[in-house]
């Protein structure tokens, strides 16, 4: 898993504070994802979260001093330093925020920040003035000039009463940050549009046509992007689904309002990724007032939508690469084909949506890639986060081969 913390090498920083308790979840989280988490607590830490629980749910020996009786322990903050893919320190507190900042090495989290070279999360979590306060805003922005990166804390109601800035933010989102902060920006500078979800076409105020899409593939593709440093805008059907961190959201409804946003944006994007599942037909007449179920027949007479997959093909520049889906239930390599062709399409991802672990709703996908020069590659079942880089990686391949070309 490229683009995950499997088998990574965390190190986790609890300062003392009231929220420390929701690193007890952080950590649990980076466990269940197989990263090989070690916790450093400071003293203060201790008394608001016992080192028993963090070594219970890393099943690793937690570090507070330098100082213990075993004969690694006065350097063993230099040893977790070089194999450290990351570290996370949540919270961080006004206190430590300062060590770190000024240099300062007094404990054994300290003194371990001293020699790291790896990449640096630090969450701050604190009471809202002190947050605010001119020296830990210069302590934060000090920190940045050495490359660590700051998650702002979330406003609202503190534990000390007091409301705004300073709450630690939920631990998933703490580990999607490091997610993003570990994965390579290889799509820095690149414009990428994803489409995604549903439409729905009214028959009247009540009552629509639509499909079973629920957005994963899209939301999966359009975060990977985001992860990799692209500029990312969603064009997105209705979904229950909240819009990925980063990434700019364009709520629609129908297929001609999908139809105006795609076009609209299309032609400042580098790459265009059609995952919408959008209605082929819609009404042909639209009730102004809801059809009763008393009248004895209601005869549906359907007109086509505008194919904007078709359109985008036909309109796409040289240098776009315009990637397309095709959900099918049979013969797969058939429809794909003539879609990727008639489409004018650079690549498109084909799936059969009735097996359960690549279905609308499933949170896994088996898909094979069919590529403009006639090559083909057969992808087999992971979660639709993983899918969504793989697909990255193969379009980032060919962006690369298409830039020489035209350079030469």
């Not at 322990?73 to 949540?90: L, N, T």
Request: charge should be neutral.
């Amino acid at each position: 898993m490229r683009y995950g913390i499997q088998g990574k090498h965390i190190v986790l920083g609890v300062s003392g504070g009231i929220a420390a308790y929701k690193s007890a979840e952080l950590l649990r989280l980076m466990v269940k994802q197989e990263a090989l988490v070690r916790v450093m607590m400071t003293e203060n830490a201790g008394r608001f979260v016992g080192p028993m629980t963090f070594e219970a749910l890393s099943n690793q020996r937690v570090c507070q001093t330098l100082f213990e009786s075993s004969d690694e322990a006065a350097v063993q903050h230099i040893y977790w330093a070089q194999e450290a893919d990351a570290v996370v320190i949540a919270p961080a507190t006004a206190n430590i925020i300062g060590k770190v900042a000024g240099g300062i090495a007094d404990d054994a989290l300290s003194t371990f920040m001293l020699a790291v070279t790896c990449p640096v999360l630090i969450c701050p979590a604190m009471n809202t003035h002190m947050y605010e306060n001119p020296a830990v805003q210069r302590n934060l922005e000090t920190l940045k000039t050495y490359g660590h990166a700051i998650l702002t804390p979330e406003a609202g109601e503190l534990a000390c009463g007091t409301t705004g800035p300073g709450r630690l933010p939920d631990p998933p989102f703490i580990l999607d940050t490091l997610r993003t902060l570990l994965t390579p920006k290889d799509f820095t500078g690149r414009n990428v549009l994803v489409t995604a979800g549903p439409t729905r076409e009214a028959l009247d105020p009540v009552r629509f046509i639509t499909n079973p899409s629920t957005g994963k593939m899209g939301y999966a593709i359009a975060r990977a992007a985001a992860m990799r440093g692209a500029r990312v805008t969603l064009v997105s059907g209705p979904t229950t689904l909240a819009p990925p961190h980063d990434v700019t959201p364009i709520r629609v409804t129908n297929a001609a309002e999908m139809a105006d946003a795609v076009l609209a944006l299309m032609d400042d994007q580098h790459v265009i990724i059609k995952t919408a599942a959008v209605s082929d037909f819609r009404p042909a007449h639209i009730s102004d007032l809801k059809v009763k179920k008393q009248e004895a027949q209601l005869d549906l007479r359907l007109e086509r939508t505008q194919d904007i997959l078709k359109t985008v093909g036909e309109r796409k520049k040289k240098e776009q690469f315009l990637v397309g889906f095709a959900a099918e239930t049979h013969d797969l390599d058939t429809y794909a084909t003539r879609k990727l062709e008639t489409k004018h399409l650079d690549m498109i991802v084909g799936n059969l949506v009735n097996t359960p672990d690549s279905g609308f709703s499933a949170d896994t996908n088996r898909a094979v890639f069919y590529f403009r020069d006639g090559t083909r590659e057969a992808v087999d079942v992971m979660p639709k986060a993983d899918m969504g880089h793989v697909l990255l990686d193969r379009i980032a391949v060919r962006l690369q081969r298409e830039t020489a070309s035209l350079d030469k």
